[in-house]
């Protein structure tokens, strides 16, 4: 197991190392002037040089690239335009924002999405079936942030139900929360839901055909046993790794979830950074987000080398 | 790992191209007697009929400005109503279906030229497989429409920009794919075959290999059209697709934020067209898969 | 304006002694209910609290509850005392003398002193947007450690209406924030509210700040200050910028208050007996402001062309939906000052005279970027009728939209590719005609001169403005000035626009004005 961690967390650095320079080169590459932005209001060109300067930027390519991996190093990714606060601090001051909702959403993801799964591949050609069917295609072609305005308009404008927006913290108040995170975690899980649900299916068909299902059946195991016991205990392993893109399509879809609903989680930073032309902002979220994705990569990798005995790591 | 061994059957089972002409016309038979893949292609004929013929015959200027008919609801007079400037939402609409359709053409037409080419030669030449797959994981590594944001907003906002930014953020995922079934087709005995008998490589990849690849392909480019028209109504909804007033469904969605309450119509008209397409789309690629890629996996 | 000219022609003759220690006529203001949380709802991204460096309606919607000034102006913008106890004015106009209230407390516990005072100023002169403003001053200094004076090189009539002015005022910083870098200010004040929170694009959090101490001369809250009192706890100030929500928002009481009510949906609340519409006519004048150091907004016969297509009824229309009134100029008609000089300028809505001027400029389809917002509503939805109209008449605009605070700041720089920015003019007018042309003048110059060259007349004609002791050359002085920038094309404003504010019924003491004041408002339970 050991060496199954290791090898996985070797073979991301080349894909961590390129991911640091594709950031460090796409800011490089935008036109305009950064000092100016920074310089505030009637900044002399002076005053601009020396903006300049203080970032570094009037040094060659090759020495802002090495003093770029040295702060990294440090854990230093800059700091926001903005906010005029380090990247990192802003990042990991809205990271349980983004996770709360995003641990809600996977919640109602699996919940929805593994049950109706079963569901349809227990009643496979049945009205269940069709319905459960039905309902993943249109989770995983309705467009989430115009679910997310339809709710608002439905929930919040007309029936005035729920906020139309912000977040409560829910270690303050746990009702707060629910409150207003609901809609935005029925939003963002809706396109997952239908993924897992058209997964699960076919694994379980899959599975519910093997000899040793069989066999159980033929023992005259009750159903549910079955099913709990020997089917989803095998089409669990290549949900497992369903669960490492889901996790990837939710932090993705908070992007614009965060944004339609003003939660002021790690999504709606970037977005805004990236209106507002605030580079070190854009770099550095982008960069964290990207980490943390292969970060959950290696994770999810390795949850399923541990679930599954028979994948071994030979290289290639 | 997974996907490569899944294709492995799928690819196989089509076989050398002697029998490939037949076949074609079973395929397409199986094809339209394919239910989702009915409604798929009857949903998205509607909308691209629709893109092309009804600007045609209306001819009604989507930013022509009317501010005696503001705020109108859908009806006989305005079949989508108006927005808060008098504008036709049908004809506002209708463009933003062409340019959705367009953008999402070119982005599947890029990724089939430039994701084979990559996925072909990582697949096939060993050598550079290494270095290509980690530009591809590393590109991936980024959520799709992060890296989008982060490519228009360093080149600009237009629709030729969104369209390279698209086909940038998706090409690695397709040339993954290509790449797998290279990888597999590569080991068969008729390929084995060709290069004993010392044909070339070109010759080799052109004749024996993509066309046996092209399944999985064509599966997922259909995937990718749904996603290039979701994801292009995303960047523009979040301001950072073509610039207003150009009708783009994400445009006129995010113009219409600021009426939810009193015109709902502005938003749910271009958001129902989107999901539509994106459904139409997401059934006909169900459809491929289901006949020309029976056991591939939903791909992301 | 009116009690403003009563103090300055006392002012005149001899000493002026501005120390309002009114008699206590009723006890002052105390909460009738404490606590709660008011949660307003503002329509802009806060993008600074530096109040000094930053002048935004959404920056000062925040911060003048945190800073206090010595000076500013009481609910009919004339210039009252806010931290200075007393203030006198020496009869050779060149000194300027304030005796500072003691025992007054930053959020951070320290007393103030005039050091911090000293510092703030100081401060200002390096980066404060309207450092002009101190131009004709030749130093300050503090005797000791409740005088400050502030010597002048030569008598300016309007240098009191200048020093109160709310729109970038010199606010009292702790002196260690002296050399603060511009928009990194601690938001360190002496007002009735502190900062607990500040999340740029999503909120602001404030508390009651304990330690706060009234302003002994007034009896109840007036304009920026007088007996400033703060009855609820926090202060959540949440940025709603759709208005659909901003409105749902009210009706179910999850805002209690918020800027800016759509025409559209003030019918609906009218009905609804839990919440109460506050109009504010003239709130400010929609403008946009030609940048002429990049083409093709650098060649004045182009700037004509644009001016000559406009059609502004359709464009208030489209950006209050109805709730406008024409407008010639920066100035309101009622005003002390209003002028409709250069209305031949305004409206001319001639597609032919445009298409004259623009042979006459040469000009061949270079594009017109439109710098907008999404944030305020008004102003996206006036770039989009410009832009149509502009096409109409054959120029190629494009529009480019950004969030509010990024169009501040790439207003503020002249390279960054911009035509006309949009924006609107609320402050400025009510603070009168000299705080208007400031706009125009170095080291602003919101039309970006070539060069930073300022146009020798404006320059000249805002010297007359400041230093004419009469003030019917005063007034003369700004009919010409508006002229001139009309005629140059240095601005093209639209028109005046009314906003509509809303509260809870059960916000109490919320009265209507330029910027939301929380002191002195508590919650009906």
């Known amino acids: ?316 | ?300 | 304006m009116k009690a403003w000219m009563r103090l300055g022609s006392v002012a005149a003759p001899a000493v002026l002694v501005l120390a309002l220690a009114s008699p206590a006529l009723a006890a002052p203001f105390s909460c009738p209910k404490k606590g709660g949380d008011l949660v307003f709802a503002g329509e802009a991204k806060v993008n600074s609290l530096d109040q000094m460096a930053s002048n935004t309606i959404s920056t000062r919607n925040v911060a003048m509850n945190i800073f206090e000034s010595l000076m500013t102006r009481d609910e009919n913008f004339n210039p009252i005392l806010e931290l200075a106890d007393s203030m006198t004015e020496s009869p050779d106009h060149l000194t300027y003398t304030f005796k500072i209230r003691e025992g007054v407390k930053f959020h951070n516990g320290k007393d103030l002193t005039t050091a911090d005072v000293v510092a703030s100023f100081d401060r200002y002169a390096k980066i404060g947007i309207e450092r002009s403003n101190l131009a004709n001053v030749e130093k300050w200094e503090a005797p000791d450690k409740y005088t400050f004076v502030i010597r002048m090189k030569k008598p300016q009539p309007t240098f009191i209406e200048d020093l109160s002015s709310f729109s970038v005022p010199i606010v009292i910083i702790p002196s260690e924030q002296r050399d603060a870098d511009p928009l990194r200010l601690e938001p360190i004040g002496t007002g009735p509210f502190q900062l607990v929170e500040y999340v740029a694009d999503s909120h602001v959090k404030l508390k009651r700040y304990e330690g706060y101490k009234p302003n002994p001369h007034f009896e109840e809250r007036t304009g920026f200050g007088g007996y400033k009192v703060g009855c609820v706890d926090t202060v959540t100030y949440r940025i709603v910028t759709e208005p659909g929500a901003r409105v749902a928002g009210l009706e179910t009481g999850e805002l209690m208050a918020v800027e800016d009510v759509p025409t559209k949906s003030q019918a609906a609340l009218k009905n609804n007996k839990n919440v109460v519409l506050l109009g504010l006519q003239n709130f400010w004048i929609q403008i946009m402001l030609p940048n002429t150091s990049f083409p093709p907004t650098d060649n004045l016969a182009f700037r004509k062309a644009v001016q000559a297509a406009l059609d502004m009824d359709e464009i208030m229309d489209a950006a209050t939906d109805g709730a406008y009134r024409l407008n010639v100029g920066f100035q309101y008609p009622g005003g002390a000052f209003y002028t409709d000089a250069g209305k031949e300028t305004y409206n001319i809505k001639n597609k032919e005279l445009a298409k004259k001027y623009l042979q006459e400029a040469g000009y061949k389809g270079e594009p017109l970027i439109l710098l907008t917002n999404k944030d305020y509503t008004s102003m996206y939805n006036a770039a989009l009728v410009v832009s149509e109209q502009l096409k109409a008449a054959g120029i190629n605009a494009k529009l480019d939209v950004v969030d509010w605070p990024t169009s501040v700041q790439r207003q503020m720089n002249e390279k960054t590719g911009w035509n006309f920015f949009f924006t609107g003019y609320g402050t400025q007018p009510a603070l009168g005609a000299l705080a208007t042309m400031k706009f125009f003048t170095p080291p602003q110059n919101v039309y970006y001169p070539k060069d930073g060259k300022s146009d020798p007349d404006l320059v000249a004609l805002y010297a007359e403005m400041s230093n004419n002791p009469d003030i019917a050359g005063r007034k003369a002085a700004f009919a010409k000035m508006q002229q001139v920038i009309l005629e140059r094309v240095y601005a093209v404003p639209f028109g005046s626009l009314t906003k509509v504010q809303a509260t809870r019924a059960n916000v109490k003491n919320f009265k209507p004005f330029r910027i939301p004041r929380f002191s002195n408002v508590w919650i009906d339970q």
Request: net charge positive; no cysteine.
């Open chain 1, 1 to 316: 197991m050991l060496r199954v961690i290791l090898h996985r967390i070797a073979g991301a650095v080349p894909v961590v190392l390129l991911v640091t320079l594709i950031t460090f080169g796409l800011m490089r590459l935008i036109p305009g002037d950064v000092s100016a932005a920074l310089g505030g209001v009637s900044s002399t060109p002076e005053q601009r040089e020396q903006i300049r300067h203080n970032l570094g930027l009037d040094r060659p390519y090759y020495v802002q690239l090495v003093r770029w991996y040295a702060d990294l190093a440090r854990g230093d990714l800059g700091r926001s335009i903005f906010l005029g606060k380090g990247v990192t601090e802003s990042t990991f001051e809205r990271l349980p924002v983004s996770l709360s909702l995003s641990a809600y959403s996977l919640i109602i993801t699996l919940l929805l999405g593994i049950v109706s799964g079963i569901l349809a591949a227990l009643r496979q050609n049945s009205w269940v079936d069709q319905a459960a069917m039905i309902f993943a295609m249109i989770g995983i072609s309705l467009p989430n942030f115009w679910l997310g305005l339809m709710m608002i308009v439905l929930f919040s404008v007309h029936l005035g139900w729920l906020p139309t927006g912000g977040y409560v913290p829910f270690q303050e108040d746990f009702l707060g929360w629910l409150r207003t995170t609901t809609m935005p975690a029925i939003s963002l899980a809706l396109l997952q839901v239908g993924l897992l649900a058209r997964i699960t299916r076919s694994t379980m068909l899959e599975v519910l055909r093997q000899d040793y299902v069989r066999t159980a059946r033929a023992k005259g195991l009750p159903n549910y046993l079955v099913v709990w016991k020997h089917a989803l205990a095998n089409a669990l392993i290549p949900i497992v790794t369903v669960v490492g893109i889901i996790v990837s399509l939710l932090i993705s879809g908070a992007v614009v979830t965060e944004t339609v609903f003003s939660i002021p989680g790690v999504g709606q930073l970037l977005t805004s950074a990236i209106l507002n032309r605030d580079y070190p902002m854009i770099q550095g979220g982008l960069l964290f987000v990207a980490l943390l994705l292969v970060g959950i990569n290696i994770l999810v990798d390795i949850a399923y080398a541990w679930l599954d005995p028979r994948v071994r790591y030979d290289g290639g």
């Open chain 2, 1 to 300: 790992m997974a996907e490569s061994a899944a294709s492995l059957e799928g690819v196989a089972s089509h076989g050398p191209p002697a029998a490939r002409a037949s076949r074609r016309w079973e395929t397409g038979g199986r094809l339209l007697r394919h239910r989702s893949f009915q409604i798929g292609l009857g949903l998205f004929l509607l909308v691209a009929l629709a893109a092309v013929f009804v600007p045609m015959l209306s001819g009604v200027d989507p930013n022509k400005l009317s501010m005696r008919t503001r705020f109108e609801p859908p009806g006989s007079e305005f079949l989508f109503g108006t927005d808060n400037f008098g504008r036709s939402q049908l004809s506002r609409v209708v463009h933003g279906a062409r340019l959705s359709l367009v953008i999402g053409s070119w982005v599947v037409i890029l990724n089939a030229v430039f994701g084979t080419l990559l996925g072909a030669l990582s697949g096939y030449f060993r050598r550079l497989d290494n270095p290509l797959m980690r530009l591809n994981d590393a590109l991936m590594a980024f959520p799709a429409i992060l890296l989008a944001l982060g490519v228009t907003a360093v080149l600009g906002r237009s629709i030729p920009n969104v369209i390279l930014a698209l086909a940038i953020v998706y090409l690695p995922r397709t040339a993954r794919i290509v790449r797998a079934s290279v990888l597999v087709l590569r080991q068969t005995e008729f390929v084995q075959a060709a290069i004993a008998a010392g044909a070339g490589h070109w010759r080799i990849l052109r004749r024996h290999i993509l066309p046996n690849a092209m399944a999985p392909v064509i599966v997922q480019l259909s995937f990718l059209f749904a996603y290039a028209v979701l994801t292009e109504a995303t960047l523009s909804f979040l301001g950072l697709g073509a610039e207003p007033p150009t009708p783009t469904w994400g445009n006129i969605m995010a113009e219409g934020r600021n009426y939810m309450r009193e015109a709902p119509w502005i938003i749910a008209i271009p958001g129902g067209a989107l999901a539509i397409t994106v459904l139409a789309l997401n059934l006909l690629g169900d459809g491929l898969r289901d006949v020309l890629d029976p056991r591939l996996k939903i791909q992301q």
